[in-house]
């Protein structure tokens, strides 16, 4: 059981939090426009790395906010946590969609 | 009461045994004696009771091989009725004052067990010969006798009597281990103010040291033992916990501790313990030896003969021959002596042993033999004898005894490292793999960590809660290390095993019978690698997890595959260390604590109409029976009342999540199929929700109540993952949208009157709306109040009737209720249930999504590709809809059913196959989805799915059910009032 750092309640047991995939992944700004190649990669394609992995996580039975871990996948060593729609000081750069106006 | 069962073979003075406290108990419905203190297998010894039970798969008799968890043989069911406990490892089972325990896994009886014939034909069953037989005529032939004989101990089949604990901790430093390396460390971190737990297995702490013959500062060990654990029993910061064992390790130190209640009332307690740092002072295990024969009782590792002897006062044989291939079996011999025991000699697989341990045997009249192994053993329910060769085979004789003590060498405890992703390396000197790389936060200290002496042990546990304390507090003054003036014989000078390979019948795995034999079978057919060699001979597999033999049954491996231990690694080592009660992991949440259940505000006015009561997340009354009505009576009058007059259904439960905010329309429009924009306030719409890969997630009804303000109708059992789904779009990718949302289903109470007389029910009710149908139409809404209640009512039907949902504060749900049925008697309301609401939306072909919709159910599919297709803005899922997949005609479509035999019943899940007389095997067409008997159109209905559907009007289909066969008729999913003349009443 993982013991995460939720970046506003403090470290929890992993019991309290729902985890919600990889993070960063940029939703097309005009779906209408995306081949079905893109639209797949949005829906399905992963980065399933050997080593750190930029992921959401919600902490449902607690402040109920979603966050972003970045999480090494061999050894589960949380590296940092960070707020969703911010970028993790420990790894690249990420480009991002806009799903808004 | 004869002299046989009363104690026979104990010391008349000595051990750890409270000899003023005399027990009783029964063993095989034989009553023996014991005392307070002593464990199953300690008093059984104590009574001369030689043959314990029955190996696993040759039913070969077993005696007691070891004194602790690690037992393989001693198997035993313990207790009575609902509280008996199979499979029990007897050295670990208390002594208790009418303790009941029985051998298994042999019949009828442990002395005369029919099952020994497959010893006698033990070559027809290698490891994995049911992979081999068993074959004809088909395998089911004969797997009610196989898996009748298969197994060990017998199950239980009424629930678990008992109850069990739960707790969580947190503390700085867990101690696992209460030997002398944990005792030294819990006390140093202790008195430097560290919160610290100290787990032992045991009933007490002190582990090897109340056993073998240590002094320490001049005084016997338990002396500085009990000095300890009181000081560290007046610690506030120190929590003792004997009993405990630490069962895994899990993530980020998370640590999972089984603690067995003594004089409780909880039978165990389960411990979720987080600290910030972990001391594994665990110990090590004694080995068993590979040779012919080396399973018969009276055959028990040297250490464990030690404490038997030492703690328990129990005379384990008259007659002793020991075998090791290192030192530490010769304090055996010692401790043997001092308590005038016999051995007569020792056989020891190395050249060269210790001048001194050689001049101690010949003082005390003991044969050493050097070089030399074990080639048989003799003694059918107990040891005989023995003979020996040399190494290179050459007979040496044959030598009698009752007991044989072995040792194999020393396996440290490092399982919980293991589970914790330590590593580990082969080390040729012990003969065993010790810890290599330590994740942060472990330590391991002591003969866990393969330091041999008492003294460096302790010295190693001192340093490293020294190092743990500056790390985690602060300084700490170094612990006084108690001076060690008495020791034994440690376990130097290891010597690896010589193995006889000409000789199958060598066991490496006792409680599995695993044999060398079938070691050879496994590389023989190619399963060399060490997971593989486990799971084709079953090595290891067993309740004790191949604690006394798995070590050399790699070693086994390596020496058949010309391969190194350190390159055949180990299996991996997985939590619980011993076996967890699953009663423990449930802890309290069984039976009506197993979930919530949920009760509908007005509970007690459907109680009082007889209501039968159904969970569907809220306990809601299916029907209502009167009079003696059956179910279905109850269900085909309630409907007949809503269409011919009136009823009154409670959808209390129904989802209400408020979206509020400057841009709720924006969001809600890309979050429905539908236009939200233009819906004006004051009216309501159907919508439905989908997920991006364009599959229906939920329906529903969405009401605006102001610009800025919508109230959303979710499916009862779904509103927190809809509310939940919307929350993870305003977070993650809107997060500049102006809108909150508020999960309001508790605040308030719903109740639909529905019927031909509804309005004129709800106008008895004193509405502060107009709510005639100009002012009121269907899919319009009011706020106001009715019968002086805060509401909001919406003209909304499921059922197909003209009908009003009335919202009112959910405090208030039991009194309105009432005062609704009250207002209806005139117009004979009727109360309707769950069942017969489902019996009126099949009628009007209205979706229950998650039965007529599934996991590929598109807008489309259900019959709203036109409103889909016609949004033009962007919403949820809407782009995977234009993919190929999703433009198929053949896709699989709503339609209503009708069987030609209008009585016939349908089932949904039923096939459908196109055409009439249609037989499988074929590609199905669809199925049922939902059915019932419709009161109104007095004849059978349903509602599936089916492949291009909507084309088939009129076709008849073949429905497959199980192995019936009938035909239905294809038509409008509408069956009642198609053109919706009811609604617009």
Redesign the interface.
């Given at each position: 059981?993982?013991?995460i750092p939720c970046p506003y309640c403090g470290t929890r047991?992993q019991d309290e939090f729902k985890f919600?995939g990889e993070s960063h992944i940029a939703?097309?700004a005009?779906?209408?426009q995306?081949s079905?190649a893109e639209?797949a990669q949005y829906?399905f394609y992963r980065t399933n790395p050997k080593g750190i992995h930029y992921e959401?996580w919600?902490h449902?039975f607690g402040c109920?906010?979603?966050f972003n871990l970045a999480r090494d996948t061999v050894?589960?060593e949380i590296v940092e946590a960070y707020p969703?729609?911010s970028q993790p000081q420990s790894g690249p750069i990420q480009t991002e969609g806009h799903?808004?106006? | 009461m004869t002299d046989s069962r009363n104690n026979s073979a104990r010391l008349p003075d000595g051990g750890q045994i409270d000899r003023s406290r005399p027990l009783r108990f029964t063993f095989n419905g034989t009553s023996y004696a014991g005392f307070e203190g002593d464990t199953l297998a300690s008093a059984l010894l104590a009574n001369g009771v030689k043959v314990i039970g029955r190996s696993f798969k040759y039913h070969r008799p077993r005696g007691i091989f070891t004194a602790g968890e690690e037992e393989p043989c001693a198997l035993v069911e313990t207790g009575v009725g609902d509280a008996r406990v199979p499979t029990c490892r007897a050295p670990v089972v208390p002594l208790e004052d009418g303790l009941v325990a029985n051998s298994q896994n042999c019949w009828p009886s442990v002395n005369f067990d029919l099952g020994r014939l497959v010893d006698l034909t033990h070559g027809l069953w290698p490891a994995g010969f049911y992979n081999k037989t068993f074959k004809w005529p088909s395998w089911h032939t004969w797997e009610g006798l196989i898996r009748k004989s298969a197994g060990l101990g017998r199950p239980l089949t009424g629930p678990d009597p008992d109850y069990y604990e739960q707790v969580n901790a947190y503390c700085d430093l867990l101690v696992c281990g209460g030997g002398p390396a944990g005792l030294l460390a819990a006390l140093a971190a202790g008195r430097a103010g560290l919160r610290v737990i100290l787990a032992e297995q045991a009933d007490s702490f002190g582990g090897v040291l109340n056993w073998e013959d240590v002094d320490l500062d001049q005084a016997p060990a338990p002396t500085w033992v009990a000095g300890v654990a009181e000081e560290l029993g007046q610690l506030h910061n120190v929590l003792l916990l004997p009993r405990t064992t630490v069962t895994g390790i899990?993530?980020?130190l998370?640590t999972s501790m089984l603690q067995t209640g003594h004089g409780t009332a909880w039978r165990e307690c389960f411990w979720?313990v987080?600290p910030r740092h972990i001391l594994l002072t665990t110990g090590a295990i004694e080995q068993g030896l590979i040779f012919p024969g080396n399973d018969r009782p009276g055959i028990m590792l040297a250490g464990a003969a030690r404490q038997y002897l030492n703690r328990y006062a129990v005379r384990v044989g008259e007659q002793v021959i020991v075998s090791t291939n290192n030192d530490s079996a010769y304090q055996t011999v010692f401790d043997l002596a001092r308590r005038g025991i016999k051995v007569s000699t020792v056989i020891d697989v190395r050249r060269n042993v210790s001048e001194s341990l050689r001049n101690r045997l010949s003082e005390l009249g003991v044969y050493l033999l050097p070089a030399a192994r074990i080639s048989g053993t003799r003694g059918g329910k107990g040891i005989t004898a023995v003979t020996i060769e040399d190494l290179d085979g050459h007979d040496l004789g044959r030598r009698e005894c009752d007991l044989l003590a072995v040792s194999g060498g020393w396996a440290p405890r490092v399982h919980l490292l293991a589970h914790a992703?330590g590593s580990l390396r082969f080390d040729d000197a012990s003969q065993s793999f010790l810890p290599d790389r330590l994740p942060a936060g472990i330590s391991v200290a002591g003969s866990a960590n393969g330091t041999t002496g008492l003294d460096q042990c302790l010295a190693e546990a001192a340093e490293h809660a020294i190092r743990i304390c500056e790390t985690l507090g602060g300084p700490v003054d170094p612990p006084q290390l108690p001076k060690v003036t008495r020791s034994v014989v440690e376990a130097d000078l290891v010597a690896p095993m010589q193995i006889d390979s000409s000789q199958p019948r060598q066991w490496i795995d006792l409680a599995h019978d695993v044999t060398f034999g079938d070691a050879e079978l496994a590389v023989r057919e190619g399963y060399v690698s060490v997971e593989h060699f486990k799971r084709y001979t079953t090595t290891g597999m067993s309740v004790d997890q191949g604690k006394t033999g798995n070590l050399n049954a790699f070693i086994v491996l390596g020496a058949l595959t010309g391969r190194e231990p350190g390159e055949v690694g180990t299996t991996t080592f997985r939590p619980p260390y011993t076996p967890v009660t699953l009663g423990a992991i449930a802890g309290r949440n069984t039976g009506e604590f197993y979930a919530p259940r949920q009760y509908l505000p007005a509970h007690t006015s459907h109680q009082k109409l007889n209501a039968r009561f159904e969970d569907y997340g809220w306990q809601r009354p299916d029907c209502y029976p009167q009079d003696g009505e059956s179910d279905h009576e109850a269900i085909l009058r309630e409907v007949r009342s809503v269409r011919n007059q009136v009823g009154v259904f409670d959808n209390s439960p129904i989802g209400k999540l408020e979206v509020r905010g400057p841009d709720a329309a924006e969001f809600l429009n890309r979050v429905y199929i539908n236009n939200v924009l233009s819906l004006k306030t004051g009216h309501c719409r159907y919508g439905l929700m989908l997920n991006?890969?364009g599959v229906i997630i939920d329906d529903g009804v969405f009401i605006r109540l102001g610009d800025d303000h919508f109230l959303l109708n979710t499916t009862s059992a779904g509103v927190a993952r809809i509310h939940?789904m919307l929350?993870?779009w305003l977070?993650?990718?809107?997060?500049?949208?102006q809108v909150v949302v508020d999960d309001v289903t508790t605040q308030w109470a719903n109740f639909t009157v529905a019927g031909p007389a509804a309005r004129q029910v709800v106008e008895t009710l004193d509405p502060s709306m107009d709510i005639s149908a100009q002012a009121l139409p269907h899919m319009a809404c009011a706020i106001g109040t009715v019968a002086g209640l805060d509401t909001r009512l919406v003209r909304v039907s499921f059922s197909g009737e003209l009908s009003f949902e009335i919202n009112v504060p959910a405090r208030m749900a039991a009194s309105f209720f009432e005062t609704i049925l009250e207002a209806g008697k005139p117009f004979d309301i009727a109360p309707y249930g769950v069942e017969a609401l489902m019996v009126l939306r099949t009628e009007k072909g209205y979706l229950h999504v998650g039965s007529d919709t599934d996991g590929s159910s598109t807008p489309d599919d259900v019959g709203w590709g036109r409103v889909a297709r016609n949004k033009t803005t962007?919403y949820i899922g809407?782009?995977?809809l234009?993919?190929?997949a999703n433009q198929d005609l053949d896709r699989k479509q709503l339609v209503g059913l009708e069987p030609l035999d209008r009585q016939q019943a349908l089932r949904p899940g039923g096939h459908l196959l196109i055409g009439e007389n249609r037989e499988p095997p074929a590609e199905t067409d669809g199925w049922i989805t939902s059915a019932c008997f419709s009161p109104t159109l007095e004849r059978s209905i349903a509602l599936g799915v089916l492949k291009g559907g909507r084309e088939k009007t009129g076709e008849i289909l073949t429905v497959c059910d199980g192995a019936q066969r009938f035909s239905v008729k294809v038509v409008s999913p509408v069956f009642y009032d198609p053109s919706n003349m009811k609604l617009r009443e």
């Amino acid at each position: 059981m993982l013991r995460i750092p939720c970046p506003y309640c403090g470290t929890r047991d992993q019991d309290e939090f729902k985890f919600g995939g990889e993070s960063h992944i940029a939703r097309p700004a005009q779906p209408e426009q995306a081949s079905d190649a893109e639209w797949a990669q949005y829906l399905f394609y992963r980065t399933n790395p050997k080593g750190i992995h930029y992921e959401r996580w919600l902490h449902s039975f607690g402040c109920r906010r979603w966050f972003n871990l970045a999480r090494d996948t061999v050894t589960h060593e949380i590296v940092e946590a960070y707020p969703m729609g911010s970028q993790p000081q420990s790894g690249p750069i990420q480009t991002e969609g806009h799903g808004d106006d | 009461m004869t002299d046989s069962r009363n104690n026979s073979a104990r010391l008349p003075d000595g051990g750890q045994i409270d000899r003023s406290r005399p027990l009783r108990f029964t063993f095989n419905g034989t009553s023996y004696a014991g005392f307070e203190g002593d464990t199953l297998a300690s008093a059984l010894l104590a009574n001369g009771v030689k043959v314990i039970g029955r190996s696993f798969k040759y039913h070969r008799p077993r005696g007691i091989f070891t004194a602790g968890e690690e037992e393989p043989c001693a198997l035993v069911e313990t207790g009575v009725g609902d509280a008996r406990v199979p499979t029990c490892r007897a050295p670990v089972v208390p002594l208790e004052d009418g303790l009941v325990a029985n051998s298994q896994n042999c019949w009828p009886s442990v002395n005369f067990d029919l099952g020994r014939l497959v010893d006698l034909t033990h070559g027809l069953w290698p490891a994995g010969f049911y992979n081999k037989t068993f074959k004809w005529p088909s395998w089911h032939t004969w797997e009610g006798l196989i898996r009748k004989s298969a197994g060990l101990g017998r199950p239980l089949t009424g629930p678990d009597p008992d109850y069990y604990e739960q707790v969580n901790a947190y503390c700085d430093l867990l101690v696992c281990g209460g030997g002398p390396a944990g005792l030294l460390a819990a006390l140093a971190a202790g008195r430097a103010g560290l919160r610290v737990i100290l787990a032992e297995q045991a009933d007490s702490f002190g582990g090897v040291l109340n056993w073998e013959d240590v002094d320490l500062d001049q005084a016997p060990a338990p002396t500085w033992v009990a000095g300890v654990a009181e000081e560290l029993g007046q610690l506030h910061n120190v929590l003792l916990l004997p009993r405990t064992t630490v069962t895994g390790i899990y993530d980020h130190l998370v640590t999972s501790m089984l603690q067995t209640g003594h004089g409780t009332a909880w039978r165990e307690c389960f411990w979720t313990v987080r600290p910030r740092h972990i001391l594994l002072t665990t110990g090590a295990i004694e080995q068993g030896l590979i040779f012919p024969g080396n399973d018969r009782p009276g055959i028990m590792l040297a250490g464990a003969a030690r404490q038997y002897l030492n703690r328990y006062a129990v005379r384990v044989g008259e007659q002793v021959i020991v075998s090791t291939n290192n030192d530490s079996a010769y304090q055996t011999v010692f401790d043997l002596a001092r308590r005038g025991i016999k051995v007569s000699t020792v056989i020891d697989v190395r050249r060269n042993v210790s001048e001194s341990l050689r001049n101690r045997l010949s003082e005390l009249g003991v044969y050493l033999l050097p070089a030399a192994r074990i080639s048989g053993t003799r003694g059918g329910k107990g040891i005989t004898a023995v003979t020996i060769e040399d190494l290179d085979g050459h007979d040496l004789g044959r030598r009698e005894c009752d007991l044989l003590a072995v040792s194999g060498g020393w396996a440290p405890r490092v399982h919980l490292l293991a589970h914790a992703r330590g590593s580990l390396r082969f080390d040729d000197a012990s003969q065993s793999f010790l810890p290599d790389r330590l994740p942060a936060g472990i330590s391991v200290a002591g003969s866990a960590n393969g330091t041999t002496g008492l003294d460096q042990c302790l010295a190693e546990a001192a340093e490293h809660a020294i190092r743990i304390c500056e790390t985690l507090g602060g300084p700490v003054d170094p612990p006084q290390l108690p001076k060690v003036t008495r020791s034994v014989v440690e376990a130097d000078l290891v010597a690896p095993m010589q193995i006889d390979s000409s000789q199958p019948r060598q066991w490496i795995d006792l409680a599995h019978d695993v044999t060398f034999g079938d070691a050879e079978l496994a590389v023989r057919e190619g399963y060399v690698s060490v997971e593989h060699f486990k799971r084709y001979t079953t090595t290891g597999m067993s309740v004790d997890q191949g604690k006394t033999g798995n070590l050399n049954a790699f070693i086994v491996l390596g020496a058949l595959t010309g391969r190194e231990p350190g390159e055949v690694g180990t299996t991996t080592f997985r939590p619980p260390y011993t076996p967890v009660t699953l009663g423990a992991i449930a802890g309290r949440n069984t039976g009506e604590f197993y979930a919530p259940r949920q009760y509908l505000p007005a509970h007690t006015s459907h109680q009082k109409l007889n209501a039968r009561f159904e969970d569907y997340g809220w306990q809601r009354p299916d029907c209502y029976p009167q009079d003696g009505e059956s179910d279905h009576e109850a269900i085909l009058r309630e409907v007949r009342s809503v269409r011919n007059q009136v009823g009154v259904f409670d959808n209390s439960p129904i989802g209400k999540l408020e979206v509020r905010g400057p841009d709720a329309a924006e969001f809600l429009n890309r979050v429905y199929i539908n236009n939200v924009l233009s819906l004006k306030t004051g009216h309501c719409r159907y919508g439905l929700m989908l997920n991006e890969n364009g599959v229906i997630i939920d329906d529903g009804v969405f009401i605006r109540l102001g610009d800025d303000h919508f109230l959303l109708n979710t499916t009862s059992a779904g509103v927190a993952r809809i509310h939940s789904m919307l929350e993870e779009w305003l977070q993650c990718e809107w997060p500049h949208l102006q809108v909150v949302v508020d999960d309001v289903t508790t605040q308030w109470a719903n109740f639909t009157v529905a019927g031909p007389a509804a309005r004129q029910v709800v106008e008895t009710l004193d509405p502060s709306m107009d709510i005639s149908a100009q002012a009121l139409p269907h899919m319009a809404c009011a706020i106001g109040t009715v019968a002086g209640l805060d509401t909001r009512l919406v003209r909304v039907s499921f059922s197909g009737e003209l009908s009003f949902e009335i919202n009112v504060p959910a405090r208030m749900a039991a009194s309105f209720f009432e005062t609704i049925l009250e207002a209806g008697k005139p117009f004979d309301i009727a109360p309707y249930g769950v069942e017969a609401l489902m019996v009126l939306r099949t009628e009007k072909g209205y979706l229950h999504v998650g039965s007529d919709t599934d996991g590929s159910s598109t807008p489309d599919d259900v019959g709203w590709g036109r409103v889909a297709r016609n949004k033009t803005t962007d919403y949820i899922g809407k782009r995977s809809l234009f993919r190929l997949a999703n433009q198929d005609l053949d896709r699989k479509q709503l339609v209503g059913l009708e069987p030609l035999d209008r009585q016939q019943a349908l089932r949904p899940g039923g096939h459908l196959l196109i055409g009439e007389n249609r037989e499988p095997p074929a590609e199905t067409d669809g199925w049922i989805t939902s059915a019932c008997f419709s009161p109104t159109l007095e004849r059978s209905i349903a509602l599936g799915v089916l492949k291009g559907g909507r084309e088939k009007t009129g076709e008849i289909l073949t429905v497959c059910d199980g192995a019936q066969r009938f035909s239905v008729k294809v038509v409008s999913p509408v069956f009642y009032d198609p053109s919706n003349m009811k609604l617009r009443e």
